[in-house]
């Protein structure tokens, strides 16, 4: 079976495709990078008090999640150079990592889901529901972003860009001048 992805010539049906792959970059490396700052700062700050009480499990769950924003700001710095640049290698490198993340976002809403349901009391429950609730809305973000850069990256490999002719500039007048009529 055979599924073609589309290809998308705008972003959000509106911007360039490279303009607006670079406002979303920027806009979510400020995001990523405030995120893994308070992370850490959450991190530092309850040190103690955070390894004493949380089970292993929590703190590899969350060390992971440290490590993937970082990652993700990594990536983010990278695409956006390969943006600017027009380097299709990195980006095709940097939509590779997006289906890392994607496949994160759908690994956070099973877990997600299973800890909604597994649990008994009414709070877990609607802190599983509003963890699907945005790993539902990241996939279905990631899922477009991984769709608009293969849609650049495959613009760039074939080099074609849009050009526009001024046929108005090469004219040719013809102008008929009687030179006896002084």
């Given at each position: 079976?055979k599924?073609?992805?589309?290809?998308?010539?705008?972003?959000?049906f509106?911007?360039?495709?490279?303009?607006?792959?670079?406002?979303?970059?920027?806009?979510?490396?400020?995001?990523?990078?405030?995120l893994?700052?308070?992370?850490?700062?959450?991190?530092?700050?309850?040190w103690?008090?955070?390894?004493?009480?949380v089970?292993?499990?929590?703190a590899?769950?969350?060390l992971?999640?440290?490590?993937?924003?970082?990652?993700?700001?990594?990536?983010?710095?990278?695409?956006?150079?390969?943006?600017h640049?027009?380097?299709?290698?990195i980006m095709?490198v940097?939509?590779k990592?997006?289906l890392?993340?994607?496949?994160?976002?759908?690994?956070?809403?099973?877990?997600?889901?299973?800890y909604?349901?597994?649990?008994s009391?009414?709070?877990?429950?609607?802190?599983?529901?509003?963890?699907?609730?945005?790993c539902?809305?990241?996939?279905?973000?990631?899922?477009?972003?991984?769709?608009?850069?293969?849609s650049?990256?495959?613009?760039?490999?074939?080099?074609?860009?849009?050009?526009f002719?001024?046929?108005?500039?090469?004219?040719?007048?013809?102008?008929?001048?009687?030179?006896?009529a002084?």
């Amino acid at each position: 079976m055979k599924c073609e992805i589309p290809e998308l010539g705008r972003c959000c049906f509106c911007f360039p495709l490279r303009l607006g792959l670079l406002v979303w970059g920027y806009g979510k490396l400020i995001a990523s990078v405030v995120l893994v700052t308070l992370m850490l700062f959450n991190l530092i700050n309850d040190w103690h008090r955070f390894w004493g009480t949380v089970d292993v499990a929590f703190a590899i769950v969350y060390l992971t999640f440290i490590g993937s924003v970082a990652a993700d700001v990594i990536f983010l710095v990278l695409f956006a150079v390969s943006a600017h640049k027009k380097n299709y290698k990195i980006m095709g490198v940097f939509s590779k990592f997006c289906l890392y993340m994607l496949a994160l976002y759908v690994l956070g809403f099973v877990l997600s889901v299973v800890y909604g349901t597994y649990e008994s009391h009414f709070l877990s429950f609607y802190i599983g529901f509003t963890l699907a609730t945005i790993c539902f809305s990241c996939i279905i973000i990631q899922m477009y972003i991984v769709i608009l850069v293969r849609s650049e990256v495959l613009k760039l490999q074939r080099g074609t860009n849009f050009e526009f002719v001024n046929h108005g500039a090469d004219a040719i007048i013809n102008v008929k001048m009687d030179m006896n009529a002084a």
